[in-house]
T-cell receptor
Framework: DAGVIQSPRHEVTEMGQEVTLRCKPI?????LFWYRQTMMRGLELLIY????????DSGMPEDRFSAKMPNASFSTLKIQPSEPRDSAVYFC????????????FGEGSRLTVL | LAKTTQPISMDSYEGQEVNITCSHN???????ITWYQQFPSQGPRFIIQ???TKVTNEVASLFIPADRKSSTLSLPRVSLSDTAVYYC???????????FGQGTTLQVKP
């Protein structure tokens, strides 16, 4: 198993553009977390999916952010329109079990919005 | 939500044992205590997890007192490569509430 795969690893875009970040969770795992990390705010929880359904999106900063998990193999985080303050590293993570706190993280997508 | 409190930073020297304590006063009955390590430009990496008492694996030990209101991560004989940020996390995945705190930046010096 290749673990959690994220793409792109780096993206530079201009303010106002649409950004789509992708995540392939651990094979067969239909639960997923998205986090965002910045120096100022640390690791922030954005959204949690279970059985491919968004269970808690209270961490999504505003309507410009949306996330989907159409199946157990794929999830996207979309920002439209992007703003400079969205610049961060975005991580997705697969829970290895639902009844513990163990997560397997991807390597992250570093987003820079100019 | 069980909030966690850790020291912001710690310094140590190679070969020493490092203990990082995390406070989580309002931990829930079903919550696990999980520790992660993060290097620059990488995602957090699971180190160790426990529910109560002591857990040991090949890289660390985790001590949890009976009241579970705190936990201590113990790293034996640290090396320069252990310089990283260490996070204490309290909860379980299926609640969707795995909230990271500020973490402890450990600097290991030669």
């Amino acid at each position: 198993d290749a673990g959690v795969i994220q793409s792109p690893r780096h993206e530079v875009t201009e303010m106002g553009q649409e950004v789509t970040l992708r995540c392939k969770p651990i094979s067969g795992h239909n639960s997923l977390f998205w986090y965002r990390q910045t120096m100022m705010r640390g690791l922030e929880l954005l959204i949690y999916f279970n059985n491919n359904v968004p269970i808690d999106d209270s961490g999504m900063p505003e309507d410009r952010f949306s996330a989907k998990m159409p199946n157990a193999s794929f999830s996207t985080l979309k920002i439209q329109p992007s703003e400079p303050r969205d610049s961060a590293v975005y991580f997705c993570a697969s829970p290895l079990r639902g009844d513990t706190g163990e997560l397997f993280f991807g390597e992250g997508s570093r987003l820079t919005v100019l | 939500l069980a909030k966690t409190t850790q020291p912001i930073s710690m310094d140590s020297y190679e070969g020493q044992e490092v203990n990082i304590t995390c406070s989580h006063n309002n931990i829930a009955t079903n919550d696990y205590i999980t520790w992660y390590q993060q290097f620059p430009s990488q995602g957090p990496r699971f180190i160790i997890q426990g529910y109560k008492t002591k857990v040991t694996n090949e890289v660390a030990s985790l001590f949890i007192p009976a009241d579970r209101k705190s936990s201590t991560l113990s790293l034996p004989r640290v090396s320069l490569s252990d310089t990283a940020v260490y996070y204490c996390l309290v909860g379980v995945a299926n609640t969707g509430k795995l909230i990271f705190g500020q973490g402890t930046t450990l600097q290991v010096k030669p």
